[in-house]
């Protein structure tokens, strides 16, 4: 069974930092593009950050200098390293991993900024 689990996230004060992981199982996670998208209230959803198999990685210009997003294929995990927060980035993080049009979805996690 394909699974994509988050977790690190929770409430954090304006300028303080969190760390999101996305452990994967059920593929061969290596082979696979990874992302990290976000949904705040009232928004539609954005692509936040992502990372290539070779491990080239693109950022939304929001969290540019921010945001470290990064992959570790011997764990099967994906992180977001969050740092400067800011009210803004409150919104639910979603993991994604994608291949020849194949998506997958895990199930969100909450980030609320906010002191």
């Known amino acids: 069974q394909v699974q994509l689990a988050e977790s690190g996230g929770g409430l954090v004060q304006p300028g303080g930092s969190l760390r999101l992981s996305c452990v994967a199982s059920?593929?061969?996670?290596?082979?696979?593009?990874m992302k990290w998208y976000r949904r705040a209230p009232g928004k539609e959803r954005e692509l936040v950050a992502s990372?290539?198999?070779?491990?080239?990685?693109y950022y939304a210009e929001s969290v540019k200098g921010r945001f470290t997003i990064s992959r570790d294929n011997a764990k099967n995990t994906m992180y977001l390293q969050m740092n400067s927060l800011e009210p803004e980035d409150t919104a639910v993080y979603s993991c994604?991993?994608?291949?020849?049009?194949?998506?997958?979805w895990g199930q969100g996690i909450q980030v609320t900024v906010s002191s």
């Open positions: 990372i290539a198999t070779g491990g080239k990685t």
């Open positions: 059920g593929f061969t996670f290596s082979n696979y593009d």
């Open positions: 994604n991993a994608g291949r020849f049009g194949t998506n997958w």
